[in-house]
């Protein structure tokens, strides 16, 4: 089962205990992306540290992998099934300490041309994560920064264009970790595509 294999979070933030060093963010679980609120949904794992060489040159240099089965069609937001294990080469959080959002990018195992994004807020811990714990992805073929064969260029985050419309991760959890505030990355700019957006409402009412 593919969220057996999502590390836990190595070192997390407890009561009394400090956070790992660096930016971090793992988690996993289920989703809908697209139009239907039926079938076994859309399953996502990833783990995306802040690598040990990033740099004031390269502050989102980053390690990691993610793990995708997304069965669903999404017809408005030009989206179908896709199943991948990508390759983390950027992170960014921002927010608090153990609340925040996390923009995540690379590329299909074996295919370094072929670009993914991943999108995820934590909500917090307990309560907070009901509904409160919201994923977006875009799969290779998806992502609209670039040239072709060529990294994500935009100004945003990891290569996001615009901030994406999330939905609600159930059945699993997210947890980021910002090691300094003081490396935050400006938000890109809301996505205008109303249409998009109204596709892509959240699953909070599968929240268990």
């Known amino acids: 089962m593919l969220l057996a294999a999502v590390p836990t979070l ?13 930016d971090t963010a793992t988690g996993g679980g289920q989703a809908l992306f697209g139009e239907s609120p039926t079938g076994a ?4 794992a990833f783990i995306a540290h802040r690598s040990k060489a990033a740099t004031g040159d390269n502050p989102s240099l980053a390690t990691g992998q993610v793990q995708v089965n997304r069965r669903s069609t999404n017809a408005d937001a030009g989206t179908g099934p ?4 990508g390759i983390v080469d950027c992170l960014v959080v921002n927010g608090g300490r153990s609340v925040g959002d996390a923009y995540i990018s690379g590329h299909r195992r074996g295919a370094p041309t ?6 995820v807020t934590d909500g917090g811990r307990g ?9 977006a ?33 159930f059945r699993g959890n997210v947890q980021t970790w910002n090691a300094s505030t003081s490396d935050d990355d400006t938000a890109p700019a809301p996505a205008d595509d109303a249409q998009t957006a109204a596709a892509l409402t959240t699953a909070s009412s599968l929240v268990p």
């Not at 896709?82 to 294990?85: G, Q, S």
């Not at 072929?114 to 999108?119: D, V």
Request: charged content about 25%; some cysteine; aromatic content about 6%.
């Open 10 to 22: 190595a070192g997390a933030a407890s009561k009394g205990q400090p956070g790992p060093p660096r």
């Open 41 to 44: 949904g859309d399953t996502v």
């Open 82 to 85: 896709a199943k991948f294990h």
């Open 114 to 119: 072929q670009r993914f994004e991943l999108r």
């Open 127 to 135: 309560q907070a994560e009901r509904g409160g714990d919201m994923i």
């Open 137 to 169: 992805l875009f799969a290779p073929g998806e992502t609209d920064q670039g040239d072709p064969g060529q990294a994500d260029d935009a100004e945003g985050p990891c290569g996001f264009a615009e901030e994406p419309a999330t939905v609600a991760l």
